[in-house]
């Protein structure tokens, strides 16, 4: 069974920073591409950012492209989200997902219970 733990939300100021973690279990993490969707109160879930299996190839929403980083360590199973000049509109709860296949526009496969990110103005 493959579980995926969101750790890292919280309430911070417009312009700070926050990084959001996601450890994973119950298959080779590092066979499979990984992402990040949110969703936001009244609003349909979005897609954020996704990464390969190893790394090398990254994607991004337009609106959050320059400001968000995500990233991944095969070692210790764990997918990392860096944002940073947040914003109130990046307000949401914050899901990790697991994908089909290793490249990143592979679909999803497995969800995260979310964390929620607040953004002060």
């Known amino acids: 069974q493959v579980q995926l733990v969101e750790s890292g939300g919280g309430l911070v100021q417009a312009g700070g920073s926050l990084r959001l973690s996601c450890a994973a279990s119950?298959?080779?993490?590092?066979?499979?591409?990984m992402g990040w969707f949110r969703q936001a109160p009244g609003k349909e879930r979005e897609f954020v950012a996704a990464i390969s299996w190893d790394g090398d190839s990254t994607e991004y929403a337009d609106s959050v492209k320059g400001r968000f980083t995500i990233s991944r360590d095969n070692a210790k199973n764990t997918m990392y989200l860096q944002m940073n000049s947040l914003k109130p509109e990046d307000t949401a709860i914050y899901y990790c997902?697991?994908?089909?296949?290793?490249?990143?526009?592979?679909?999803?496969?497995?969800w995260g219970q979310g964390t929620q990110v607040t953004v002060s103005s």
């Open positions: 997902t697991s994908h089909r296949r290793g490249g990143v526009q592979s679909s999803v496969q497995y």
């Open positions: 119950g298959r080779t993490f590092s066979a499979y591409a």
